[in-house]
C-alpha cells in the first residue's frame, strides 16, 4: 500500500499567532507567510495535519466543543489561500488539569508522540518520510520520538531550552516560508537520489 507524506503543524506560535488559550475564531489569522508555504507544500503532494495540545480545556478555559469553531476558522483561512488542511488531532489533557476527566499523564500530549502516531495510522502516513514543523522543542522532540524530519521555527516562544538528543531539531528557520523551502529541498534531493539508486 502506497504511504503518504505528511507534514505535521504544531497550532498556536506556528500557524497562528500565540495567543494563550486562545479557541476565539474571531482571534485567529494565520501567521505571517504561513498561506504562501502551506499552499506550496499542499500542490507538492504533502499532507498538511495540524497536531496541537489544547490544555485551555483540561483547565476549565474553554468546553472541548469549543475546538470545533477553532478548527473551523483555521479550515477557513486556508481555505482562502487555496489551501486544503487534511485534519487536525489534538491534545485535552494536562497533568495538573483543573477539570478531573481530563487530569493525567496521557500518551498524546506533546513531547509524546501520540498525536502524530495517531495521525499516521489513520491516514495511512510514513512517519519517517514525513516532517514536523513547531516553534518549541516540544514539538522537535514529538517528532523526532516517531522518527520525522523536524524543523524548528526559532521565533522566540521556546523559554525553556532544555536540550536533548530528541529535542535537537533536523533544520532550524525564522519563518515558515523558510520551513517549506527545506522541506521541498530536502525532499528533492532525496528523491533524486532515490532515481539514482533505482
Not at 34 to 54: I, K, T
Not at 104 to 129: F, H, M, T, V, W
Request: with cysteine.
Amino acid at each position: 500500500m502506497a504511504m503518504n507524506r505528511a507534514v505535521f503543524f504544531d497550532k498556536d506560535g506556528t500557524l497562528v499567532p500565540d495567543i494563550p488559550y486562545n479557541c476565539d475564531p474571531v482571534l485567529m489569522q494565520l501567521s505571517e507567510g504561513a498561506g504562501e508555504a502551506l499552499r506550496a507544500l499542499d500542490q507538492a503532494g504533502y499532507l498538511l495535519v495540524v497536531v496541537s495540545n489544547q490544555s485551555g480545556v483540561a483547565q476549565g478555559v474553554f468546553p472541548e466543543s469549543a475546538l470545533n469553531g477553532m478548527w473551523s476558522r483555521l479550515q477557513e483561512l486556508c481555505f482562502s489561500e487555496e489551501v486544503r488542511l487534511e485534519s487536525l488531532y489534538y491534545c485535552p489533557h494536562h497533568p495538573s488539569a483543573k477539570i478531573a476527566e481530563y487530569r493525567g499523564r496521557c500518551a498524546c500530549r506533546k513531547p509524546a508522540s501520540g498525536l502524530l502516531r495517531q495521525a499516521a495510522a489513520d491516514l495511512s502516513i510514513s512517519l519517517e518520510n514525513s516532517w514536523m514543523v513547531g516553534d518549541i522543542l516540544n514539538d522537535v522532540q514529538a517528532g523526532r520520538t516517531c522518527g520525522t524530519r523536524t524543523i524548528f521555527l526559532d521565533i522566540g516562544n521556546e523559554t525553556e531550552w532544555h536540550l536533548t538528543p530528541k529535542r535537537m531539531p533536523h533544520h532550524v528557520v525564522n519563518n515558515l516560508s523558510e520551513a517549506a523551502a527545506v522541506i521541498l529541498a530536502v525532499d528533492s534531493v532525496h528523491s533524486r537520489k532515490l532515481e539514482v539508486t533505482v
